[in-house]
């Protein structure tokens, strides 16, 4: 009697389980499109529940990386520069090269110096946005510099 009574509690309560997991196919794509309205609501909320010390902390560290891709962009057109004096050296000793190798050389000069425009627009063009943040561009900018710079070395 016990075994029959427990199963039959156990039967109901799978079936009430399976019956309210079941919701139909509609119900749950109005459930889909209301969640991220509400996400968005409680974003806005939050950001009008940020007490006076939340917000200046939001805008110093707003102010930080700011500073921080200031000095970063100072440092690369400092880099750019000294590339393009050593450029110009490269270019005014090509003519001293032997007259097989001033071609190689003039190829690699012009290389050398599209690469250093590149670079120079590239930093002037960046923006920070969700495909490429600032730490990745700042790596991957200082390699294409000290690339350049390393070529020019080595032609010397």
């Known amino acids: 009697m016990k075994f029959y009574f427990l199963s039959l509690i156990l039967a109901g309560f799978i079936a009430i389980v399976?019956?309210?997991?079941?919701?139909?196919p509609a119900?749950?794509?109005?459930?889909?499109?209301?969640?991220?309205?509400?996400?968005r609501e409680n974003i806005v909320k939050?950001?009008?529940?940020?007490?006076?010390?939340?917000?200046?902390s939001l805008a110093k560290i707003q102010d930080d990386s700011l500073a921080v891709w200031?000095?970063?962009?100072k440092e690369s057109e400092?880099?750019?520069h000294t590339n393009d004096?050593?450029?110009a050296k490269f270019k005014a000793s090509i003519n001293d090269k032997h007259r097989y190798m001033k071609e190689d050389y003039q190829k690699a000069f012009n290389y050398?110096?599209?690469?250093?425009?590149n670079l120079k627009d590239?930093?002037?063009?960046?923006?920070?946005?969700?495909?490429?943040?600032?730490?990745?561009?700042?790596?991957?900018?200082?390699?294409?510099?000290n690339e350049v710079a390393a070529s020019l070395e080595n032609l010397k």
Do not use: M, W, Y
Request: hydrophobic share 30%; with cysteine.
């Open 18 to 24: 399976i019956l309210h997991g079941c919701g139909s």
């Open 27 to 39: 119900e749950q794509v109005v459930d889909a499109k209301e969640k991220p309205s509400e996400a």
């Open 46 to 56: 939050a950001k009008a529940g940020l007490t006076q010390s939340e917000k200046d």
């Open 70 to 73: 200031q000095e970063f962009k």
């Open 78 to 80: 400092k880099k750019i």
């Open 85 to 87: 004096k050593n450029l």
């Open 112 to 117: 050398l110096d599209h690469k250093n425009e």
């Open 122 to 145: 590239r930093l002037a063009d960046f923006v920070v946005n969700k495909t490429e943040s600032l730490g990745t561009f700042k790596q991957r900018f200082n390699n294409d510099i």
